[in-house]
């Protein structure tokens, strides 16, 4: 899926000032864009062509028309330019608290499928593939998402680890080499543990995939490989839940694709694993 509007919108954060400019005027007027040379939309942004290059290449785009076809495809969907989550509110009744954090999580994960990648995720998924171990690291609410990975990699006999404290992340990586992998979770990207640790597996030659909001961070500076989710900045109370929506969505790509590269191994491994657990809850 790819949602012109909704990638230039949620990745304002990635850009530079002078990319920015240009960002804010064609959400403004996507329409106007689609047949506009870049010239003309240098000198209406009083850019130059080279930062509208820059920002089409932040936007993971290969080049201007590349960026106004995905527009022009959003445009018939895209019904405003204004943020669509809802936030909850004391005077919310259970039936509005249902419809908003049903709809907070269906947009959630539309906006994140927008800022999708699929030749970087394609990439984060030959090289967990490959990796000898995988440590997947996180706290808190990212700490959930961790051990779902986790859950999903062992049942299909994938070596993996989730690491949920400093403490544990710097003792079990000190331990891994280079044929190993660290995925990273950290909606922010800045979380204190989880920058220490992966500094640390920088230092030792690990691979390092991550996955963070899409806005520039720490942990997408640290990386070698960037996946993201949507930013759910706006929303004070009920912004982790859909942003937790977000990364278990992108566990469920990442998993189903690891699935499918050794199909049959992997459903031998999911059969069984399903048996002995039918077996012993009965």
Avoid: W
């Avoid at 990319?19 to 689609?34: C, M, S, T, W």
């Amino acid at each position: 899926m790819d949602n012109g509007l909704d990638r230039v919108r949620y990745g304002m954060e990635m850009l530079k000032p002078s990319e920015k400019r240009v960002a804010e005027y064609i959400l403004k007027n996507p329409k106007n864009i689609l047949h506009m040379p870049i010239a003309e939309l240098s000198e209406k942004t009083n850019t130059s062509e080279a930062s509208i290059i820059r920002m089409c290449k932040s936007l993971n785009y290969k080049g201007f028309r590349d960026l106004k076809l995905s527009v022009a495809a959003a445009i018939p969907n895209d019904n405003t330019l204004e943020d669509k989550y809802q936030d909850l509110s004391a005077e919310a009744s259970l039936s509005d608290t249902v419809q908003k954090i049903a709809s907070n999580n269906i947009y959630s994960i539309k906006n994140t499928l927008a800022v999708l990648d699929e030749s970087i995720l394609n990439l984060a998924i030959q090289e967990l593939n490959r990796a000898r171990k995988i440590a997947i690291i996180g706290v808190g609410a990212s700490a959930i998402v961790a051990l779902d990975f986790e859950q999903k990699l062992k049942r299909i006999n994938k070596r993996c680890e989730t690491l949920i404290d400093s403490h544990s992340q710097l003792v079990s990586i000190s331990n891994m080499g280079e044929e190993d992998v660290v995925f990273a979770i950290s909606y922010s990207g800045e979380t204190k543990e989880i920058i220490n640790t992966v500094r640390f597996a920088k230092e030792n030659n690990i691979k390092i995939i991550s996955l963070s909001v899409y806005k520039t961070n720490t942990l997408q500076k640290l990386s070698d490989i960037n996946l993201y989710v949507s930013s759910t900045e706006t929303l004070i109370r009920s912004a982790a839940t859909a942003s937790r929506i977000s990364q278990l969505t992108i566990i469920d790509i990442l998993f189903t694709g690891l699935a499918s590269i050794n199909f049959d191994e992997s459903v031998t491994y999911l059969d069984r694993s399903r048996e002995i657990l039918s077996h012993y809850s009965k």
